[in-house]
Structures are given as structure tokens and as C-alpha cells.
């Protein structure tokens, strides 16, 4: 049975709309077409939640199989994109709270604020005052990647949705099921804790 | 630019705020306040800047192809799941 949008519930449409619409008429065979546009964003969301490649494969499709189960259970009250990712987060906690027992670390505030800075510099380090496309290279690209695989999953989902899925801080809320100050804590602990290692990095390096 | 003597602690204050000073997603009188503060800081204005790097940095990351043998895993999944419905 196809979920009815109850009357006075504002709507959402997109450029999905219609696809969605046909597919819960039962034009299942349109089905394919939904998720040729999000295979590889998914694949990447996956990629990254995930250190391990057949993790992330599994998480993709356990994603796409749910999506196919509830799809007639979308409102419509939402982008579908903001839809997915919530079934994509979902699944992807659901899957660590299965496999593992220890609880996630925190990451300290007080511990990421390194208060020798104030005393020590002169002005802002090298790496942070480069253009971007003479820092960017493979190895760089790969450090930040196993940076955000050493986030705590609550933080590394968090990041990755406001600043490489480039969701909204409500939006983000939504999809997480937590309070926007809660979402804006957590980027800000994660931006923070990355930050770290790229110093750390960098201090190599120049 | 110079840093003017101050207390830190304020600056420990202001550093909790900053991923929302970068987003603007703060009332005016406190993005009135870091803007203020940064002109003074150091500390504080470097640090705001490798958040801001660390940001750029994050949305560099790109997208990578879904490798061919996943995809077709995928599309078989697909079919099989059309034909059970």
C-alpha cells in the first residue's frame, strides 16, 4: 500500500518526485533508474563511514535493499536525497551497534583547544594559508582520509554529511534524528580533532 | 599585525564557537564579537583559518567510481529483487 501524505503536511518536489511516484504506482522496473543517480554517492558515503571496502559495500546494499522495502512508506515531506541519507545512517549505526560493544569515544573540547597555541605562534601555519591547489596531492588526500576513519562514528557521520555531503545543520538533525546544537557540537569536535592530525601532518612536511 | 596582551580565557570561549562563526550560524552580536576578536588575536585568527582549510580540505575529498564488479553485483541484486515483488 502506498503511504498517503495526510492532508495540511506540506510536500516536497524534486527532481526525484516523479520517478518516486511511478515506482510506488508499480513501475518497479523503474527502480534501477532511481538508483543509477545515487549509486556512486552512496558508494562514497559508504567509502567513507566505513574502513573497510566490503563494509561499505554491504552498506550500500543494505541501503538500497531497505530503501526498496519502505519506499512506498515516503511521504514525500522531504527531499528524497535527505530520505536515503537517514536510511543509509540508520543502517550504517544499526550495523555498529551489532558488531561492536565498546562504547564510542568522546572527543574533549578542552584536549582539541591546545591553549599553547595562544602563546606560541606568530601567525597562522603555513598549510593553512596555501591555496588549495598547491596543497591538494594523493598523499595528502589520503592522510585526511584516514583521519576521518579514526573519527568516533557519531562524529565522522556527522562531518561527513554537513561538510562533504554539504547537507544543511537541520537537515543533517533530521537525517540523524538528533537536535541541531547537538549536530553543530559534534561538527565542531570533528573539524577540530581533523584539523589536529593535519597539523600534525603538515609539521612534517613544511 | 600584532597581538594584543589579553586573557586567553576569553579566547577558549570564542574557540568553542568557531565551526559556528565559519558557517554563520550565529546571531550578529557574535559574529560582530569573533570578528572583532580576530583582529587582535593571533592565536585565534590562526587557528580559525587552519578550521577553515581543514574544511576546504574535507569538501576536496571527491567522489570515487563504484568499482565495475560492485555495480554489477548491484544490478543483479536489482533484478533479482524486481522478480520477487
Known amino acids: 500500500m502506498t503511504a498517503e501524505t495526510p492532508p495540511n503536511r506540506k510536500t516536497v518536489s524534486d527532481d526525484d518526485t516523479e520517478l518516486i511516484r511511478a515506482i510506488n504506482a508499480g513501475h518497479a522496473e523503474r527502480f534501477p533508474e532511481l538508483v543509477r543517480r545515487y549509486e556512486q554517492k552512496l558508494y562514497n558515503f559508504g567509502r567513507r563511514m566505513c574502513r ?8 550500500v546494499q543494505d541501503t538500497l535493499l531497505n530503501v526498496f522495502r519502505y519506499l512506498n512508506e515516503f511521504r514525500y515531506e522531504t527531499k528524497f536525497k535527505n530520505w536515503l541519507y537517514r536510511v543509509a545512517a540508520n543502517t550504517c549505526l544499526k550495523k555498529r551497534r551489532r558488531s561492536k560493544f565498546a562504547p564510542e569515544p568522546e572527543l574533549s573540547l578542552e584536549e582539541l583547544a591546545r591553549p599553547e597555541e595562544a602563546e606560541t605562534l606568530e601567525q597562522a601555519p603555513e598549510w593553512a594559508r596555501m591555496p588549495l591547489e598547491q596543497l591538494l596531492n594523493e598523499e595528502l588526500l589520503e592522510t585526511l582520509n584516514q583521519a576521518i576513519w579514526s573519527l568516533p562514528e557519531k562524529y565522522r557521520i556527522v562531518m561527513i554529511l554537513r561538510d562533504v555531503e554539504e547537507f544543511s545543520t537541520e537537515e543533517a538533525a533530521q537525517i540523524l534524528n538528533l537536535s541541531p546544537a547537538n549536530v553543530k557540537v559534534r561538527l565542531h569536535r570533528a573539524r577540530l580533532f581533523l584539523r589536529d592530525r593535519l597539523r600534525g601532518y603538515f609539521s612534517h612536511d613544511l | 599585525m600584532t597581538c594584543k596582551p589579553h586573557d586567553h580565557r576569553h579566547c577558549l570561549e570564542l574557540f568553542s564557537k568557531l565551526s559556528e562563526y565559519i558557517d554563520r550560524e550565529m546571531d550578529e552580536g557574535e559574529l560582530r564579537e569573533i570578528d572583532a576578536h580576530i ?36 544490478q543483479s541484486m536489482l533484478q533479482d529483487l524486481q522478480r520477487s515483488r
Not at chain 2, 576546504?56 to 564488479?69: D, H, S
Request: net charge negative; with cysteine.
Open chain 1, 52 to 59: 573497510n571496502e566490503s563494509d561499505a559495500e554491504d552498506l
Open chain 2, 39 to 74: 583582529t587582535e588575536c593571533l592565536a585565534c585568527l590562526s587557528c580559525l583559518q587552519s578550521l577553515k582549510q581543514t574544511i576546504a580540505l574535507c569538501k576536496q575529498t571527491g567522489l570515487q567510481p563504484v568499482p565495475a564488479v560492485f555495480s554489477q553485483k548491484l
